[in-house]
């Protein structure tokens, strides 16, 4: 199982902030914090006295802290790629390296005796972490994480997303992405419209684009890239993550049925690994509610989406679930029941046969 994380940044915020989010956070298992050191403006003590801070607090929590930075700023700390005291010293868990070495650094970087793992770029799409293990790096202290764009339109297009997760997953490396908050205000850079990683995640729920990274597959760990996320995306976020199966949320027919609903709410659904290419079918429900009635009704055509029960027309088929793949003609023995809801219609695309779902009612 992977690790959930939060981001904080404390040039942007103050302690109490940070130390109530971090509570917050802890409270729904969260597990990891990413925090950004790339540049230093004004005292360096007193910056870096800042960090330590929330950093010692973290800690005290169990939780693990990433600190991003650019290693320009290596020269400007007095840290070399040989030592990295300055990071134990901090309390940080792991480096995470904004921009990278020529590879034998970061490999020597992961050997370092403080346990301190090293987090590196895996946006770019070049061969970086082959490199890297070229150099033999300490695999258990080599980890990946993709970008975050505040940018609207620059995230990680969802091919090349894949192509480079596929790159270090080919190694058994342990692998981030971030995804957005709604309710979060800031990041680390003055402008920011969204922090996820994948373009097509900035203007999804935050529970949403956590179901369509685990049923990708590939990504280890999910943080928060923006600041402060609410009570209730964090809840919804852990309760996705943490599911045994994904929870597609469903708008209910207006007509539904109290035995439809018992077949959708209160029943395991599997989806039929003999697939077709027009209904992904979970059949059990068949045969555990074969002794319930099911009348016509909302026998309209069906379109890609729609939920769907067949009724005492169907036969030996009375009482099955299905999901519409395609738009097709309705012949009167199935009934319309919902629809999947519009903003996780595409999360179709990634069910993967005999695996399970549930339904969830979107109120």
């Known amino acids: 199982m992977g690790k959930l994380g939060i981001s904080i940044y404390p040039e942007r915020s103050t302690f109490e902030q940070d ?35 929330p950093v010692d607090y973290a800690n005290s929590l169990g939780m693990e802290v990433m600190v991003d930075i650019n290693p320009g700023l290596f020269e400007q700390l007095g840290v070399s790629y040989d030592d990295l005291s300055f990071f134990h010293d901090m309390g940080a868990d792991g480096v995470r390296l904004d921009l990278g070495f020529t590879g034998a ?37 080599l ?5 975050f764009y505040p940018m609207r339109y620059s995230g990680l297009a969802l091919d090349h997303f894949i192509k480079c997760t ?15 908050s709604h309710d979060a205000t800031f990041g680390p850079w003055p402008y920011n419209d969204g922090l996820a990683s994948l373009e097509l995640h900035r203007d999804l729920e935050l529970a949403t684009q956590v179901k369509h990274m685990k049923l990708l597959g590939g990504i280890n760990d999910i943080t928060i890239g923006n600041a402060y996320a609410s009570e209730k995306e964090l809840k919804a976020m852990s309760e996705a993550f943490f599911a045994a199966e994904p929870a597609l949320k469903i708008v209910p027919s207006k007509t539904i049925t109290a035995n439809e609903r018992i ?7 599997s989806y039929r690994g003999d697939r077709s290419a027009y209904i992904l079918r979970s059949t059990m429900t068949r045969v555990w509610h074969k002794d319930k009635e099911f009348p016509a009704h909302d026998t ?18 009375k009482g099955e679930t299905q999901i519409a793949l395609k738009d097709m003609p309705n012949h009167g023995q199935i009934n319309v029941v ?16 005999w695996s399970g779902f549930t339904f969830e009612e979107v109120k």
């Open 300 to 317: 309209a055509d069906i379109t890609r989406g729609d939920i769907l029960i067949g009724n005492v027309a169907f036969g030996q088929y």
């Open 19 to 53: 130390k109530a989010y971090l509570d917050l956070a802890h409270q729904y298992g969260f597990k990891r914090v990413f925090t950004s050191l790339l540049e230093i403006n004004g005292d360096k003590a007193e910056v870096l006295a800042g960090f330590k801070k």
């Open 143 to 147: 980890l990946g994480s993709h970008n």
């Open 338 to 353: 919902g629809r999947i809801s519009d903003d996780e219609l595409f999360l179709l695309d990634y069910i993967k046969p």
């Open 105 to 141: 650094e970061e490999a020597k970087m992961t050997r370092n005796p403080y346990g301190i793992k090293i987090e590196i770029n895996m946006s770019q799409g070049t061969n970086y972490v082959d490199n890297i293990m070229s150099y033999s790096p300490n695999p258990d202290n």
């Open 263 to 269: 077949v959708l709410f209160e029943s395991e659904h």
């Open 166 to 180: 596929e790159k270090f997953n080919k190694y058994n490396l342990n692998t981030m992405a971030f995804v957005n």
